[in-house]
Nanobody, 123 residues
Framework: QSRFVDSGGGVVQPGGSLRLSCVAS????????IRWFRQAPGKEREAVSC????????FYEAAVKGRFTISRDNAKNTVYLQMNNLKPEDTAVYYC????????????????RGQGTQVIVSA
């Protein structure tokens, strides 16, 4: 069964850092661009960042640019999201998905996604 396992979330104070991991299982990660999404309670999901299948191109939403860094290690079937200078508004469940059409196109209907990892930024 193809799936992601997301991990690395937790509770952190404003200004702190976390590194999220997204490990692919049952499929070849290097066949896909990968996008991180987040969803806060009562809000629509929000795209956060995307990385091309070879890692050469990265994309960030304005709210996280300069603070978050996406990377991938295809040999380890893992994508990372390094989050620095966290703010309370970053509080959400974060999860990764495949982007079978690449980072610059909308996702397909049957993308593989992780179960999510909770990030709470609070003093």
């Amino acid at each position: 069964q193809s799936r992601f396992v997301d991990s690395g979330g937790g509770v952190v104070q404003p200004g702190g850092s976390l590194r999220l991991s997204c490990v692919a299982s049952g499929f070849a990660l290097d066949h896909y661009a990968i996008r991180w999404f987040r969803q806060a309670p009562g809000k629509e999901r929000e795209a956060v960042s995307c990385i091309s299948l070879n890692g050469f191109r990265t994309f960030y939403e304005a709210a996280v640019k300069g603070r978050f860094t996406i990377s991938r290690d295809n040999a380890k079937n893992t994508v990372y999201l390094q989050m620095n200078n966290l703010k309370p508004e970053d509080t959400a469940v974060y999860y990764c998905t495949t982007q079978s059409r690449g980072c610059t196109n909308p996702p397909a209907q049957n993308e593989i996604r992780g179960q999510g990892t909770q990030v709470i930024v609070s003093a």
